[in-house]
C-alpha cells in the first residue's frame, strides 16, 4: 500500500480523478450485491452514533422488540441476524443464552462490540456464538430457534433474493416459531412531489439544524422517491446528483445538503444500491411462509414508515 501511495502520488490531479472514476466503475460493475454490501459493512462497520434512529433501533423499539421476545416459553433459542449492538445488549441484558449471531462480517460483530463498549455498555460475549456466514447459507440445524431476530434486515437483501431468504428462515424455525424484526416501508405520499420540492420542504423547516436526525429524513424521504420500481432499490448517485442539482445561496442549507451526500458517500464509491421496498412489496415476499402476529412501530421517532413486524412461521 505504501509502495502505491508513493506511485500515486506523482499522478497529476486530474489523472487521480480519473483513476478514481475508474476505480468506482470496476467496483460498481464487477461486484455482485453481496460482495458490495460486504465490503461496505467490512470498510464502515458501525461507524454511526449507534443511539440515532431510524438507523438504529429507538429505546421504543427496543421495548417493543424485549416484549416479544420474552413472550411466552422460557430458555427460547433465539438466531440474531446482523451484529445490530442495542438488540445484542437486549438479547444479553433480557438473559439468553448461547444465542447465534450470525454476520458475514467479523469485523461489524467485533466494531458493534466497540460501540457499545463506547457508550459504557460492557457486554459478555460467554454468551453469544459468532457465526460468520451470509444469512442465505447458514449452516444451521433446521427447525432448531425460536425465534429469530433482526433489525431492518430485509434492507440488505435483493429483492429476487428475499424468497429464498424467507425459505430460510422459515426452516430453521421451529413449527410456530417467530421472527421479529423492524423493516422500512416506503412512504409513497412522495411520489408526487418532485424532488426538488422535498429538499426545500425540509431546507426551509424553521429548526433545520443540520441534525443527523434531519439528514436521514431527507435521505429517507428521497430515497423512497427516487426507487426504481422495477429493481426495488434506489441508486446513491441517483440521491446525490438530485442533492448536488439544487442551488442554494444559503451557506447553512448548502452545508446541509453536504451533509447529507457526505453520508452516501461511501455506499455511492462502490455503486451499492439502497433497497426500497412498498408495504405490498415486502408483504408478498413473507406470507408464503409467516402469518402475520402484528405489526407495531415506535412512539419515541418519526417511525411510521421503520414498523416492527411480528410474524410467526406458517404450520
Ligand atoms: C442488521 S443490518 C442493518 C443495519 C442498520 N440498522 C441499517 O439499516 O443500516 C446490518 C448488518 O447485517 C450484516 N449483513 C448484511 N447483509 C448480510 C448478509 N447477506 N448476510 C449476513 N450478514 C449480513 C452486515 O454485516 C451488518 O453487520
Redesign the pocket.
Known sequence: MRLMYSILKWFSNKDLLYIRRLITEILTHKLSH?EQ?KLF?DNNGYTWNIRVSP??PSEDDLNIYKKYLIDGKKNKKVLL????PLLRSLLSEVGFKNYVV????FA?IETSLRALNKLGINLSTENEIWLK????DMPLELESFDCIV????F???EPHKQPLFVEKLASLLKPKGYFIGRVHICNLNVNDREPRKIIEEILSSKDLENTVEQRFALLYKLRDRLRNNKTQTTSPHTIISELLKYQTSDEKKRDFLRSVVNMISRRAEIGLPFISQTKDEFMNVIFKEFSLETIVTASDYTSEYFPIYVLQKKT
Open positions: 453481496n454490501s459493512w438507523v438504529n441476524l446482523g451484529s445490530t450470525a454476520d458475514f462480517s461489524v456466514s451470509d444469512w442465505l433482526g433489525d431492518m434486515v434492507t440488505q437483501i
